[in-house]
């Protein structure tokens, strides 16, 4: 029986005013038939996003063939991949002028790589099309083979990043078909293949985690190679899905951002709607400075 949704507290209610760059940013991800995660995974930046002519991609389709309990993405059969997919990605991001590029997927574990493959092939047009921009990729646990990081971390991103979601103790919950230390693997894999990479992840929270369990996943994460971390409130995208435990305050984000930073993370960003690719060109240049 699905529970009812908490009532949002002041610090989560977002104004989003209309703009006509946001128009063009949706008219551009139309005509290039591209699907973004930020309208599939209902992100409440998105017009906030789209409204500054930046979206992040998500690849191989719109349909997942996981069923995380917080995510909007739809699940199901997953769709043919598209051999023309790089290609669009490279021609939209170009005539958005993105100087970043955040790509990301569903996850699909019925591709024998999990799209490792499909996520080179991106990079590289991006490559060729765009050789100043920088290029984060934000992929899924590929069922944790090291082949698949190699594939994904070879073809050269910037920024390579895997989110863990949540603290260990919620994954049957939260994650049902990941695994915690499987995605530390992950991190791990990438950072060891090429040190000078930048390595990121991020969580939710309010999910119903204690703060000692969110220390212990900032430590695990720096052990693991992770340089970048992102954390933002949990919201819950229909009454289908988990419901909120708790809305932080934003103290308690500055609050977690500072231990993190304490502890040596090289760039942070802890916010309620912070998302893992919330201002990642920002976040980056910030962890470069470093
Ligand atoms: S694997 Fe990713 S896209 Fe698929 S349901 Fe989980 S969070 Fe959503």
Known sequence: MPQPQRKFPPWIKKRLPAHPQADRTRDILARHRLNTVCRSAQCPNTGECFARGTATFMLLGNTCTRSCRFC?????????????????????A???????????????????????????????????????ATVEVLVPDFQGSRE?????????????????????????????????RRSLRILKTAKELKPQMLVKSGLM?????????????MKDLLQHGCDILTIGQYLRPSPQHLPVVEFLEPSHFERYGEIARRMGFRAVASA???????????????????
């Open 94 to 132: 170009s005539e958005m002028k993105l100087s970043h590029v955040v790509v990301t997927s569903v996850t699909r574990d019925d591709l024998p790589d999990g799209g490792a493959a499909h996520f080179a092939a991106v990079i590289r047009e991006l490559r060729a099309r765009m050789p100043e």
């Open 205 to 217: 929270v309010g999910l119903g985690e204690r703060p000692e369990e969110v220390e212990e996943v």
């Open 72 to 92: 909007a993405v739809e699940k199901g059969a997953p769709e043919p991949l598209d051999v023309s997919e790089p290609e669009r990605v490279a021609l939209a």
């Open 272 to 290: 309620p709607f912070v998302r893992s690719s919330y201002n990642a060109k920002a976040v980056q240049k910030e962890a470069n400075s470093k």
């Open 148 to 180: 698949s990081v190699r594939v994904v971390v070879e073809a050269g991103p910037d920024v390579f990043n895997h989110n863990v979601e949540t603290v260990w103790s919620l994954y049957p919950q939260v994650r049902p078909q990941a695994d915690y």
